[in-house]
């Protein structure tokens, strides 16, 4: 349960007994994240009257309380908003919900400007909701997928906005429910047919109305217009604020679009253990970084194919490969092959053991000569933090020799094709085997 006790900390239900200064700029979050960098920008821009809308589910309260109890005096009002479970899913009734309690916020803060993070599903309902009432939509940058529209063609973009029934689906739902009554074969027992009819008929009822696809059928001709935006990214914003403003006014129609770092204001605390991890480690500007990440892929592959590039770049270097892992998601065996790695390398290759620092803060403070990663964000962001850095992705290397046929590399290679698609449109990153 979340706890909220700070006095400028609500619920929609109790701001609505609360006045409210009209003509805010209100602004959406869901992620201690996102507190952090629109706090930023709101001391970078100087805006004042702000109101900070936290969503959450109760899936996860940690989150949503660490928020109400880190939240600055920038916010004249903090609301606290919870939604349904799993609110980027096709459901349209839990869809209903929210758009009424976006419209319910819209109505009793009166805002002149909403600020958002994202541009799809549930956010765009609430961007809907806020253009037809003339209020001024701001794009805030939240990593890559901000990006992740510029890898797609228009018809990519727009080919969930009308919702479609398969009859195929119709058909598997029927085979797995009612023509497992015997009344369908013309067997006898007519009685007892007809009861597991109905039982089956209502299973048939009830899975194929919940199916995803025929939710996105129900939102889609839904005749509310807020509602049916789930299902296509909202694009009409009137200002963006992004690390690449060239690359979003290309796929935004906002009119104005500024550059905000994400990572522009700099955290003391990030700096400190930043310069701790650089002391500690003795990483010099002569050395590589690697990032590596978790992907549904065949491990011990994996750790042979990087092998072989951390060979060939030591044979060309007189530096060392730092390894910055995934503590929360590296597989067992990827951590055991990276010690291995570490061990038969006379030092030259050692792992970061420590988490819970931004590894684009060592970039920056360390001045490292090369970043390389699969597709990691920091790729991106390497060449913001420090000017005269090289990023390289293994990305391509990744897809030329992983084994197709290897069952285990199915998801992670759809998933590395659709990863690089997103990196390829930087051009500070040379693609390695490309």
Known sequence: ????????????DNIIKKKVKKDSNLFVISNLGQLNHIEGL?????????????????????VPQLIHDQFSDEFSNVIFLKLPKSPNSYNFNNLVKIYKSYRRVILKVRPKKIFLNSFQHHYAVFASIAKKKNIQLFLVEEGLGTYRLGALSPKEIQNNQH???????????????LQKSEIFNRSSKIVEDVNILIKQSKIFASQLYLHPETQKFLIGNFPNKNIKAFLAPFLDFDFSYTTFPEKTQK????AHHYFYS???????KQISYAKNIINFYGISNNDILYLSQHYQIDSQEYLDIIYNIFSNLLNSSCGRIYVKLHPKN?????????????????????????????????IRQSQIKSVIGITSSALVYSCIMSPDIQAYSVVDL?????????KNNSKGIKMLEQHAQILRQFNNIVFLGS
Do not use: P, W
């Open 330 to 362: 590296e597989k067992k065996e990827v951590f055991e092959g990276f010690l291995s790695m570490e061990k038969k390398s006379d030092g030259r290759i050692r792992i970061i053991r420590e988490s819970g620092f931004l590894i684009e803060e060592v």
């Open 262 to 268: 994400t990572y522009e204001e700099q955290d003391e």
């Open 163 to 177: 919702g479609k029934l398969d009859v195929n689906l119709i058909k598997k739902i029927s085979k797995n429910t």
């Open 42 to 62: 709101i001391r970078k821009f100087c805006y004042k009257n702000n109101v900070l809308i936290v969503v959450y589910t109760e899936a996860n309260y940690h």
């Open 398 to 406: 990744l897809l030329r020799e992983l084994d197709q046929k290897n």
């Open 251 to 254: 796929i935004f129609s906002s």
């Open 1 to 12: 349960m979340l706890h909220i006790n700070r006095s400028k900390a609500y619920t929609l």
